[in-house]
């Protein structure tokens, strides 16, 4: 029997390293972006120039060049901010099918003009009111949306028709109850339409976000805390996103971000603006291990004192500095033994013990770094140590399979290197 048993374990082994998959040289699909949300905001010429472009012969022309620049900057989302009245809507899908052409998630800002009295609309006396035209816009409109993409009802619901939300604990009340039947509304008609975009997203202020919202309401409008943050310190602001992390227990989004606000931030250069968003980044960036920041949305491509572009379209130093981010340098590949076996959980150093990541059950592994070179080591009791540097190369993507060899290897592991080269 020991005899057959032998015979049967080394027959076993030859079926497993002869006939078992090879390592698969093609790069593992990931997303490629350090966050899942990577936006631009159009929000001064998607809404603010709605009435005006809307009729304009070039406006298709005009609206590509701004998108086409949004794509160059590594967003994966451009956030319009156009409103959802039919007026609106032919200029809105102008927009929207340029991101289709650029590939590009759509984050809907815009909201209904009644809501807080855009181009002379006159206001809603009722929030039942919106939440009908809303239901009705998306059931009326189902070609605008994609799955990815993100429709907020309402934001900055703090500045409309529900107006002094500090006022009494009532008014508070009232605000919350508007988000959380606005988000109720909004799924039931995407449903009705047969769309998948996702709802919520409602973006609001630090205050209303610190002290108004609350964790139920949180959870109950799709668990995820959108704050418009404006900040003169990067670490103040950072800070403020860790609270409202462990305060609500849900990723938090950077509705809106960008510097200078004159009134914040004064006036600052093109080198001091890029230093200013450059320090926002960095931080943000830091804080991935501990923080769960699900997107960000840069506020805004062209038009005011935070733009990417100048008025004639060329970059501003800025530009670069978001595409350092939005565009991270990628390290990728699989980590293995010397046999080839794929090997999973194997700690990644990143930095010198600044930043870490584990291989995947597959043995893959990527890193995401908005840095130009990185250093990259593994140091385990079982395997010898192994250092790697990497340098960012033209397409920012480098492909590379890491080998460990074990410090003292098995007697059984070294019989399957043998078979192995008698290949």
């Keep these: 029997m020991s005899h057959l048993f032998k015979l049967t374990a080394i027959l076993l082994l030859f079926f497993v390293l002869f006939f078992s998959p090879a390592i698969n040289p093609e790069i593992p699909v990931f997303s490629g972006t350090l966050w899942k949300y990577q936006c631009v905001d159009t929000v001064k010429y998607s809404r603010d120039t709605a009435r005006e472009w809307g009729g304009k012969s070039d406006a298709v022309e005009w609206i590509e060049e701004q998108v086409g620049a949004i794509k160059e900057t590594g967003a994966n989302c451009i956030s319009i901010g156009t409103p959802y009245d039919e007026e609106f809507v032919p200029f809105l899908s102008l927009w929207v099918e340029a991101a289709r052409r650029h590939n590009l998630h759509v984050w809907f800002r815009g909201n209904l003009s009644s809501w807080e009295g855009w181009f002379s609309y006159p206001l809603y006396t009722d929030p039942a009111e919106h939440h009908r035209d809303i239901y009705t816009f998306i059931i009326a409109h189902p070609e605008l949306f994609r799955k990815g993409d993100i429709f907020t009802p309402a934001p900055e619901a703090e500045n409309g028709i529900l107006k002094n939300v500090w006022e009494s604990d009532a008014k508070k009340e009232a605000f919350r109850d508007f988000l959380v039947d606005s988000y109720e509304n909004c799924q039931k008609a995407m449903e009705k339409a047969g769309v998948k975009a996702t709802c919520g997203y409602f973006s609001v202020n630090g205050d209303v976000a610190k002290s108004i919202l609350t964790k139920e309401v949180v959870k109950k409008t799709g668990n995820v805390v959108v704050v418009d943050h404006y900040v003169k310190d990067s670490k103040k602001l950072v800070a403020d996103v860790e609270y409202l992390y462990e305060k609500y227990d849900a990723p938090v989004v950077l509705g809106e971000f960008g510097a200078p606000i004159p009134d914040i931030h004064g006036y600052l250069s093109e080198t001091k603006q890029a230093q ?5 980044l ?4 830091r804080k991935k291990g501990s923080v769960v920041i699900e ?3 840069y506020w805004t491509l062209l038009g005011g004192s935070t733009s990417l572009l100048n008025d004639d379209k060329s970059e501003r ?3 670069k500095t978001i595409q350092k981010y939005y565009k991270p340098f990628v390290v990728e590949g699989i980590v293995t033994d010397t046999r080839g076996t794929r090997l999973a959980g194997i700690p990644l150093i990143i930095g010198g013990g600044k930043n870490s990541i584990e291989s995947d059950r597959d043995g893959n592994y990527q890193i995401l770094t908005p840095y130009d070179s990185i250093e990259l080591s ?3 009791d079982k395997y010898v140590p192994v250092s790697e540097s990497f340098t960012r190369n033209e397409d920012g993507r480098q492909y590379h399979n890491i080998v460990l060899e074990p410090t003292n290897p098995s007697l059984f592991y070294r019989f ?4 192995q080269g008698a290949k």
């Design 276 to 280: 200013v968003v450059e320090d926002i």
């Design 282 to 285: 960095d931080e943000v960036y």
């Design 416 to 419: 399957t290197l043998w078979l």
């Design 317 to 319: 130093k800025v530009f």
């Design 378 to 380: 593994i140091s385990m």
């Design 295 to 297: 997107g960000l949305n």
